[in-house]
Each structure stands twice: as C-alpha cells, then as structure tokens.
C-alpha cells in the first residue's frame, strides 16, 4: 500500500506501533462522540483496531494512519471501498489538516481506484464531519432513522455522496 505525502501530513499504513498514539484518540470521548462504536477502554482494542486495519484487502479499501511532525493525529481511509472514515485527535481539529488529509485521499480514490463515487454515513448531530464533507462537495443524498445502536442508544445516519468529476454513475 501506497504512503501519501501532503504539504504537512504523512498518510501512511498503520503498523503496530500506532498503538499508543490511536489509543488516545480512540479512548478520547470528544472524538468517539459520533463513532459507531463506543470509545476504547483497553489497549488491547486499539490493537485489534489496528490488526483489522492491516488486514484489509487492498483490492477492497485501504486506511492510512495520518503523521503530523513524526506524530500519529488519526486516520484516514475507505476502509470498504466506497466508504470514507476518518478521525483526528481533538487536539489537532481546527487547523485544516481533515481537509488536507482527506482531499489527498479522495484525490487517490478517484486517480488510482478509478471509484466512480465516495459515499458517507454521517451522524445528524456531527456537525464538524458534515461541514468538512459538504466543504469537500459531498452532497447530502439520504436520511436513515435509528442506524447504529452504540452502547444501547440509538443513532441516526446521513448519508452523503461526493461523485467523481468524470462518472456519469449516479
Ligand atoms: C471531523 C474532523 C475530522 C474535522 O477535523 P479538523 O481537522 O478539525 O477539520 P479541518 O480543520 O480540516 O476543517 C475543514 C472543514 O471542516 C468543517 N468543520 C470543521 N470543524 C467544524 C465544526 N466544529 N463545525 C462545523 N464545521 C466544521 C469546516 O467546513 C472546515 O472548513 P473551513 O476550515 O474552511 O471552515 C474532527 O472533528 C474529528 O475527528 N471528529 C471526530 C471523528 C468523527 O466524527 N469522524 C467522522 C465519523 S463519520
């Protein structure tokens, strides 16, 4: 798998010793506050994350720890082509850098997969991720009642589209 340099930020594949570094944000519950599962308790939950993250088909999707100054900040990736995930560390929002990590990856999907979309699933409620979706020109193409039941609540979904420049899929 490929590694991605932008103007600040390393995309990278993610290897065992992200651990750490994912575990604080996967435990951080301002940054799990949208996610489909609950935050990480236990180490040993990021480095089952991290297992299934590098055993991913590439033939399938492809995630990308995201480096920052030699420094792991999140993760980027369509971990099931078409599917786009992504988190940060919450003390590294608001500086642009979802925006540059994910414009190099939709760049990627786009250039290299040939993916004739990227879809999203968004919580209502998240307003960061739809204003950097909508930003990137995802478009709102659905709403779904009761999702995902994390921790025994129920959330609902968004789902947003961004077509690639050239397909005619719709
Ligand atoms: C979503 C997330 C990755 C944004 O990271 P970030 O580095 O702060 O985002 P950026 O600084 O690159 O912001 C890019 C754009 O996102 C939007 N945005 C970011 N934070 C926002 C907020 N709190 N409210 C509304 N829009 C926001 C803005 O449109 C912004 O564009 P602008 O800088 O031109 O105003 C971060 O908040 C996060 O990790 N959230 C938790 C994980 C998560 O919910 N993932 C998505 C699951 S579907």
Redesign the pocket.
């Known amino acids: 798998m490929a590694s991605i340099k932008t103007e600040r930020l390393l995309l990278r594949p993610a290897s065992i010793n992200d651990v750490a570094d994912l575990h604080d ?1 996967f435990s951080n519950p ?7 599962t609950p935050p990480h308790v236990s180490l040993a939950e990021t480095e089952a994350w991290v297992a299934t993250t590098m055993s991913i088909d590439p033939r399938e999707g492809e995630d990308f720890v995201v480096e920052c100054c030699g420094q792991v900040i ?1 993760k ?1 990736g369509l971990y099931q082509f078409p599917e ?7 003390n ?11 414009t190099a990856l939709i760049d990627r999907a786009f250039l290299v997969h040939r993916l004739p979309s990227i879809d ?4 209502p409620r ?11 020109g995802f478009q709102v193409v659905g709403h779904a009642l009761r999702t995902w039941n994390v921790e025994g609540v129920w959330c609902d979904s968004v789902y947003l589209r961004l077509m690639r420049p050239d397909s005619k899929v719709s």
Not at 30 to 36: E, L, N, P, Q, V
Not at 84 to 90: K, M, R
Not at 126 to 136: D, I, P, T, V
Request: glycine fraction near 12%.
């Open positions: 944000i301002d940054a799990m506050a949208f996610w489909s999140g980027v786009i995930g992504f988190i940060l560390n919450p590294s929002w608001g500086r642009g850098y979802a925006r540059e990590a994910l999203a699933d968004v919580d998240n307003e960061a991720s739809l204003g950097l979706l909508q930003r990137l």
